[in-house]
């Protein structure tokens, strides 16, 4: 029972958390793949038509469509926003919670802030990549007529 007790463990736990879920996403997006072949497979060998199939199960092409470029633009900004203010929240979280308790050292969280605040901003060097790109193609992307979200 002393590896239970080791710092070690909630890290080692983490990954192997984060690992399970990706080894577990993949396998079922084969079993879907799987499922699907055999029920093509399945109609088939009952005589339906190819184009009844395709009716019923897709084309298969579901990952070959284009992506919408403002879909994109809209979600680096909106990743952007979200992260650059979770990122200020808890920068001034830690900041508050060093003033109200009185110790210095719960500064250091503040570091925690950081991270998504880092992230955010790249986020926004995307969004602006993004946009200086599409304007190339002769696409103008301005703030008011982004078009993104109005779908809702």
Do not use: T
């Not at 990706?22 to 109609?43: D, L, Y």
């Not at 009952?46 to 809209?74: C, N």
């Amino acid at each position: 029972m002393d590896f239970m007790m080791s710092p070690f463990i909630v890290p080692v736990a983490g990954c192997a958390v984060g690992a399970v879920a990706i080894v577990s996403g993949i396998w079922f997006e084969a079993q879907q793949r799987r499922n699907k072949a055999e029920q093509r497979m399945a109609m088939i060998a009952r005589g339906v038509p190819i184009a009844e199939i395709e009716r019923l199960l897709g084309s298969g092409d579901d990952e070959k469509r284009v992506r919408d470029p403002l879909r994109s633009l809209g979600n680096a900004r909106r990743a952007g926003i979200v992260l650059v203010s979770l990122g200020v929240g808890l920068v001034l979280f830690f900041v508050a919670l060093s003033a109200v308790v009185q110790v210095r050292e719960v500064l250091a969280g503040a570091a925690v802030g950081l991270i998504p605040l880092a992230i955010g901003v790249g986020f926004f060097v995307d969004y602006n990549l993004q946009k200086r790109e599409l304007s190339r193609f002769g696409l103008e992307v301005g703030a008011e007529s982004s078009g993104v979200g109005s779908d809702r």
